[in-house]
């Protein structure tokens, strides 16, 4: 199960992305290009100038629109939202209700943004885009980067003074997020599109073992780096958010779900109530766009009613820890 792929400009509806032994291969993203605070390297952090691509049933474009909230940034770069449907034409923009179209281009496409950046490129069409107003370009489609460079070179701009990777704490920072990206972030995918029973037991057996180490972690501090909400807090519960509703069943996660975890559970209510988490969150579109967009996972593209999971019930992990460091509340 692919994104579709534009070679040389010129757009495939492709859908393999395993490799021979049946495993799932995330493809490299191609944008790497950074704003910083002085303007160095070309993309100066300023207001009015960068644009937000994204898909609110994106976990990894969900990234940036936390980190977004968190900054308060939303006045600063502005946002289109694509169809939560991904279809053989991949990402489109529609009037679906939460999308909200592209106001530079008129795009129907999100393709058609990247071949706006580069009329030859080749590669996947992805979520989140950095795109410069000035320059008429992708600055970046990563969204590790995106939101490192919105939390660290941007503090000039944004109106909320929130430090979401300190200085005494990037190096544990970093090694979490690399920690929790391939058995987590990326192994529910690893899941959902093995092609081979090997590649879904050795992907299913890293997922839970990742989870079931987190638990322990959660269960004696409030957030994955001790007392403060950091950056690897917004990479783990974007996966989180949607873990019961779509990967339990729809990737075949299912020897847990995370409901069935005190800590994890506590954890994500706890995130989840804090509004730049909660504001950023549709379910409506996550559900429709796994349910409707994976033909090869779940042919008759029929969307389930539930479950009915209350992500408003109190965590008590505030009181718990007895700590606020670091909340975004």
């Known amino acids: 199960?692919?994104?579709?792929?534009?070679?040389?400009?010129?757009?495939?509806?492709?859908?393999?992305?395993?490799?021979?032994?049946?495993?799932?291969?995330?493809?490299?993203?191609?944008?790497?290009?950074?704003?910083?605070?002085?303007?160095?390297?070309?993309?100066?952090?300023?207001?009015?100038r960068y644009h937000l691509y994204v898909s609110l049933a994106c976990p990894w474009a969900h990234r940036t629109l936390i980190m977004r909230e968190l900054k308060g940034l939303t006045e600063a770069i502005s946002v289109s939202v694509v169809d939560p449907y991904m279809g053989d034409e991949g990402w489109a923009f529609s009037d679906y209700p939460g999308a909200i179209a592209d106001p530079i281009y008129q795009a129907q496409y999100l393709r058609d943004i990247y071949i706006q950046a580069k009329p030859d490129i080749s590669g996947r069409v992805t979520v989140p885009i950095l795109w410069d107003k000035q320059t008429n370009t992708i600055v970046n489609n990563e969204s590790r980067e995106i939101i490192r460079m919105l939390d660290t070179e941007w503090n000039e701009v944004a109106p909320h003074a929130i430090d979401l990777y300190p200085a005494d704490l990037q190096t544990q920072i970093d090694s979490t997020i690399d920690a929790i990206y391939q058995p987590i972030n990326n192994g529910v995918y690893r899941a959902g599109f093995a092609t081979q029973q090997a590649a879904y037991d050795e992907a299913v057996t890293d997922l839970f073992?990742?989870?079931?180490?987190?638990?322990?972690?959660?269960?004696?501090?409030?957030?994955?780096?001790?007392?403060?909400?950091?950056?690897?807090?917004?990479?783990?519960?974007?996966?989180?958010?949607?873990?019961?509703?779509?990967?339990?069943?729809?990737?075949?996660?299912?020897?847990?779900?995370?409901?069935?975890?005190?800590?994890?559970?506590?954890?994500?209510?706890?995130?989840?109530?804090?509004?730049?988490?909660?504001?950023?969150?549709?379910?409506?579109?996550?559900?429709?766009?796994?349910?409707?967009?994976?033909?090869?996972?779940?042919?008759?593209?029929?969307?389930?009613?539930?479950?009915?999971?209350?992500?408003?019930?109190?965590?008590?992990?505030?009181?718990?820890?007895?700590?606020?460091?670091?909340?975004?509340?």
Not at 213 to 240: K, M, N, P, S
Not at 262 to 287: E, S, V
């Open 1 to 48: 199960m692919g994104l579709g792929l534009l070679i040389n400009g010129q757009w495939q509806k492709t859908r393999s992305q395993e490799d021979p032994q049946g495993r799932f291969v995330r493809p490299e993203t191609a944008f790497h290009h950074v704003t910083t605070a002085d303007g160095a390297g070309g993309f100066k952090a300023e207001a009015d």
């Open 209 to 329: 073992a990742a989870l079931d180490h987190w638990e322990t972690v959660l269960d004696r501090q409030r957030y994955l780096c001790g007392d403060r909400l950091t950056e690897a807090d917004i990479c783990l519960f974007t996966t989180l958010y949607r873990f019961d509703a779509v990967y339990y069943v729809h990737f075949k996660c299912n020897l847990h779900r995370i409901v069935d975890y005190p800590n994890l559970w506590g954890y994500l209510r706890d995130l989840y109530q804090q509004p730049a988490f909660k504001t950023t969150c549709n379910m409506d579109h996550i559900k429709r766009h796994y349910y409707m967009s994976h033909p090869g996972v779940n042919p008759h593209q029929i969307v389930p009613l539930g479950p009915v999971i209350d992500f408003d019930a109190p965590s008590h992990r505030a009181q718990r820890f007895s700590l606020t460091a670091g909340s975004a509340r």
